[in-house]
C-alpha cells in the first residue's frame, strides 16, 4: 500500500483492541494498513447502500447485500447487452433481472457502484476470467488424465 497523508486518529479502546487483534491474526497488515481499508469500505458502504465487501477465491470484492458479487452483475449486464444491442437501458436491466433472479434493484446498484469504480471491477473481472480459465484447463488436464 502506497503510504499516505499521516493522520492522528483516536479510537475508542474497544475498537482499538480489536483493530490491534485483526492486525496480529492477519501478517503483513499493520494497524494503518487495516485502518485505511475498512475506512475506505465503511464510506464506500455509505456512498453505496446495498454494497458491502467479502473475502473470496479471488481477493476481496464489493457484493451486494443478498446477492451476487458486483462484477458477476457487471458482467452478466455487458452480456445482456453484447446479446441485445437493441434494449434501452431500463430493458437490459430487466433482462438481466430477469435471467439471474437479483432484483431490478440490486442490479442498479451494482451498475451505480461500478459506475464510481469502474477500473477496479474491471480489473476484478479480469482477474476472475483468469481464475476460471486456469480452472479450466487444470480440470481438463484432469480429464484427459483419468480418460480411457
Not at 499516505?4 to 490491534?20: K, Y
Not at 458479487?69 to 452480456?79: A, C, F, G, L, Q
Not at 442490479?107 to 486456469?134: L, N
Amino acid at each position: 500500500m502506497s503510504s499516505g497523508t499521516p493522520r492522528s486518529i483516536r479510537f475508542e479502546q474497544r475498537v482499538s483492541e480489536r483493530l490491534a487483534s485483526y492486525v496480529a491474526s492477519h501478517p503483513g497488515w499493520s494497524g494503518s494498513s487495516a485502518a485505511n481499508r475498512f475506512i475506505d469500505e465503511a464510506l464506500r458502504m455509505e456512498d453505496h447502500p446495498g454494497v458491502l465487501f467479502r473475502d473470496g477465491p479471488t481477493g476481496r470484492r464489493a457484493v451486494l447485500i443478498g446477492g451476487p458479487d458486483v462484477r458477476e452483475v457487471i458482467r452478466t449486464v455487458r452480456s445482456a447487452r453484447g446479446a441485445e444491442p437493441e434494449l434501452d437501458a431500463e430493458e437490459i436491466v430487466a433482462l438481466v433481472s430477469t435471467n439471474t433472479g437479483v432484483p431490478r434493484r440490486l442490479v442498479e446498484i451494482a451498475i451505480r457502484y461500478w459506475a464510481a469504480y469502474p477500473d477496479e471491477i474491471d480489473s476484478w473481472i479480469a482477474d476472475t476470467d483468469s481464475f476460471e480459465e486456469h480452472q479450466l484447463q487444470a480440470w481438463q488436464r484432469r480429464q484427459e488424465l483419468l480418460a480411457r
